[in-house]
């Protein structure tokens, strides 16, 4: 049997191992990131879940730090981003600049302005007043001292703080009410009635010049991490499929895969896959009764659906953005096709824009059949025309193909139904509902674990701060480990002396 050995192992293609993938071998580690997504690198794989707040000083640092080359960031931080609201009879744009932004709120929402305006100015002075850095320093207590200190950090910034000011606009006007809701929504993966005040200021923060924003899915940040891990000869591994962890006095030493890749034994490993794939692979030790009890699967309200449809490119109109939300009834629930998330692949060159169409349905419609989803297919499609003038005869439906119009008199015969990817990547992307009370029980999972050398780096461990939680938890592991590492060295460094 085949055996390879690393200093770290990262299973799963989550951002936060990547980044810490990205790091420690950048520092020289060896490092060897398995995918076991089968679609994971599939093209028709929808990519619901935006970036949000791209130009956050976090993202920049990493990118920097990593050395991605400047051109590679621009990519990024140069894209159209603005995200644009589309009611029935107005349109809202979310600028980058915040006098253009509260210009087109004040014109949509004469009214309420100075509310909103007074909202603004109250999340700036809390952003700026809270001890960021004293905070992702503290998250995550592992013990009772720690959760002390924890607890004490949180009284002192008033982080348990709900935003009174959040709730209050939310009942003044169902369509701020969606506005608002909607924001909170994309940069959280969550539904929240009544958020913490720390949560809205760092989403919505104009004091600082970034007006929520959004770059399309992961997908391409992953990609550039990809790049970084195998320029500093790491090795990322995809389809891979693991039939045990291996275990022995008291630390991971590896992973056994399938016949075909044999064994890979490490110093470090690092689960950075879905948890519930987690349980079964735990040890039967009494140490991890209550690790195995955290990754049981989760049972979230919504999930996202992702279909899409090519249009001549000639009938966009040129005002509409890369990124839309289409809401067709404010005073409804922002599920179904009434909340559309539209990520536009529009290139001017091209006859044809790809349009990636993303809505929320409840958990059980992962099991229904195909036909289940016609009419929202249909009321999509319907929606788009409105949206798209004249269109109608020209659009096309491109994903999912239904499994009785699947070609079957093809060379290569095709191994996967279109429903399936769709399934499966709805199933990989939920939305939950936030209804804690204290701000310290945002945080029900320590990324460290009962073995010293086993770390978890899911997001859904600092899911309550958007893409900077997701960043800062790879960071936080690279810290844990590298300190490791330098200990070992120093004692190594020790020995010598002594021989010497």
């Not at 720690?146 to 006007?173: A, C, G, Y």
């Not at 809701?181 to 959280?188: D, E, T, V």
């Not at 399938?258 to 519930?276: F, M, P, S, T």
């Not at 009370?437 to 320590?446: E, T």
Request: net charge neutral.
């Amino acid at each position: 049997m085949l055996e390879k050995y690393c200093d770290i192992l990262i299973i799963g293609d989550h951002l936060p191992g990547l980044v810490t993938a990205a790091f420690l071998a950048r520092r020289g580690l060896s490092v060897q990131v398995i995918d076991t997504d089968l679609f994971s690198k599939h093209p028709k794989k929808p990519d619901p879940v935006c970036l949000t707040n791209i130009h956050s000083n976090l993202l920049r640092s990493i990118l920097g730090r990593l050395n991605v080359p400047e051109v590679t960031i621009q990519s990024v931080l140069n894209q159209d981003a603005t995200l644009q609201y589309i009611y029935p009879k107005s349109r809202i744009d979310i600028f980058h600049n915040p006098m253009d932004y509260f210009d087109e709120v004040e014109r949509e929402f004469k009214d309420n302005f100075k509310e909103i305006k007074r909202f603004y100015e109250k999340q700036s002075k809390l952003r700026h007043r809270t001890q960021v850095s004293d905070l992702f320093e503290k998250l995550i207590p592992h013990t009772w001292k720690e959760r002390q200190v924890f607890k004490k950090f949180i009284n002192e910034q008033s982080l348990n703080e709900k935003s009174t000011d959040f709730i209050n606009l939310l009942k003044q006007d169902p369509r701020l009410k969606s506005f608002f809701s909607s924001q909170f929504l994309l940069g959280y993966q969550q539904f929240c009635d009544s958020p913490f005040a720390y949560q809205i200021s760092a989403l919505l923060n104009p004091g600082d010049g970034e007006i929520f924003n959004v770059y399309a899915g992961l997908q391409h940040l992953k990609k550039i991490l990809h790049e970084r891990i195998t320029h500093y000869d790491g090795a990322v591994r995809n389809d891979v499929q693991i039939n045990s962890l291996l275990f022995r006095n008291g630390i991971f030493e590896g992973l056994e895969l399938d016949e075909a890749h044999g064994q890979i034994l490490c110093k470090y490993v690092i689960w950075n896959d879905d948890l519930n794939k987690l349980k079964d692979l735990l040890p039967r030790k009494w140490r991890f009764r209550q690790l195995r009890k955290q990754c049981a699967p989760r049972h979230d309200p919504f999930y996202w659906f992702t279909t899409r449809f090519s249009v001549p490119t000639v009938y966009l109109p040129n005002p509409m953005r890369n990124n839309v939300i289409m809401i067709n009834n404010p005073e409804k629930e922002l599920i179904g096709d009434n909340f559309l998330y539209l990520q536009l692949n529009n290139n001017p060159v091209e006859s044809e824009t790809q349009i990636h169409v993303n809505f929320l349905l409840p958990q059980s419609a992962l099991s229904e059949d195909e036909e289940f989803f016609d009419s929202y297919f249909e009321a999509i499609k319907q929606s788009m025309i409105k949206l798209m003038p004249f269109s109608d005869n020209d659009i096309q439906f491109d994903f999912p193909t239904k499994s009785k119009d699947m070609p079957t008199d093809t060379l290569f015969p095709l191994t996967e139904n279109d429903f399936e990817i769709f399934r499966h990547a709805a199933a990989q992307n939920s939305v939950s509902h936030q209804v804690d009370k204290h701000f310290i029980n945002l945080f029900k999972l320590d990324y460290r674990t009962p073995a010293p050398n086993f770390y978890l780096s899911h997001p859904d461990i600092f899911t309550a701060f958007g893409l900077d939680a997701k960043l800062m938890l790879g960071l936080k592991i690279t810290d844990n480990i590298w300190s490791e590492v330098e200990k070992v060295k120093k004692r190594a460094m020790k020995t010598e002396r002594r021989i010497a």
